[in-house]
C-alpha cells in the first residue's frame, strides 16, 4: 500500500539573535520557577476560555505518528466531582491503610497528603487526562504508538499553559483510575493518565517548603 507525503514550508520559525534567545529562556524560567502544585482551592470559578485554550495548546505536544492519542475530560458538574471525589478517595483510603510500602508512605510523609481529598470537590476545574491505547477506525481500529510519551507531553504542555494564564493545578494520581472512565463516561480504549486539579489557590494556601535541584544535579553536558 502506497502513502501519499504532504508536506509544507515551515513559515512560523523565527530565528532569534543569542541574546534574546537568552532573555526569553531566563524569563520563562522565572516564570516556571514560581509554579506550585497546590492542594488548598477556592471554590471561585475560573474563565473556561481559559482551559479551552490552555487544552488547544496541550494538543500542540509531540506525539507518536501524529495520532494525538489523548483526551481531555473537563468536569465542572458538582454531582460528578462528588462521584470523583468518593471513588478517588476509596482508592486513597487502601493506599494509605495497607496498599502502599512503607518507604513510598516516608516519601510522602514530608508533603502532608493523605486519603482525604476535597479539593476534588472545592476546585472549579478537573481534567480527566487520557491516553487512547487505539482508536476505532470504519474498519476496525487503529493502533497508536508512544501514548505514554506523548500524553506525558502534552500534559507538561498544559500544565504549563494553566499556570502561565494564572492558575494553580494540581496533579491527582489514584491507583488505580479506572474510576475515572465510568464517572467521566470515557470508553474502554482509553487509560486514564492523571486527574488534574485546576482553580485558583484558597486564601490562606500553603505549599510545602520544598527545593529544586540545580543544573549541576539534573543535566549533564558532554
Not at 509554579?35 to 488548598?40: A, G, I, N
Not at 481559559?50 to 492519542?69: D, K, R, S, W, Y
Not at 480504549?189 to 510545602?208: K, S
Request: charged share 25%; hydrophobic share 40%; with cysteine.
Amino acid at each position: 500500500m502506497s502513502h501519499s507525503k504532504t508536506f509544507r514550508a515551515l513559515t512560523e520559525f523565527e530565528r532569534l539573535e543569542p541574546a534574546l534567545m537568552q532573555e526569553r529562556a531566563a524569563q520563562f524560567y522565572e516564570g516556571m520557577r514560581r509554579r506550585r502544585t497546590v492542594r488548598e482551592f477556592s471554590p471561585e470559578a475560573v474563565p473556561m476560555a481559559v482551559i479551552e485554550q490552555a487544552i488547544l495548546a496541550a494538543g500542540t505536544a509531540p506525539n507518536g505518528a501524529n495520532h494525538q492519542p489523548w483526551h481531555f475530560a473537563v468536569v465542572t458538574d458538582p454531582e460528578r466531582k462528588a462521584r470523583l471525589r468518593a471513588a478517588a478517595e476509596e482508592e486513597e483510603r487502601s493506599f494509605y491503610n495497607g496498599r502502599a510500602p512503607q518507604d513510598w508512605l516516608d516519601a510522602l510523609a514530608p508533603l502532608g497528603t493523605d486519603e482525604n481529598k476535597p479539593f476534588l470537590e472545592t476546585a472549579p476545574v478537573l481534567i480527566g487526562i487520557f491516553g487512547e491505547s487505539w482508536h476505532p477506525t470504519d474498519d476496525g481500529k487503529r493502533k497508536n504508538y508512544y501514548v505514554t510519551e506523548s500524553v506525558g507531553i502534552a500534559t507538561g504542555i498544559l500544565i504549563t499553559a494553566l499556570h502561565s494564564a494564572g492558575l494553580v493545578t494540581l496533579t491527582h494520581t489514584p491507583s488505580p483510575m479506572g474510576f475515572m472512565n465510568q464517572v467521566m463516561d470515557r470508553p474502554s480504549n482509553e487509560r486514564p493518565f492523571l486527574l488534574l486539579v485546576i482553580g485558583y489557590p484558597a486564601e490562606g494556601c500553603t505549599v510545602p517548603d520544598i527545593t529544586k535541584k540545580p543544573l549541576d544535579q539534573i543535566a549533564s553536558f558532554l
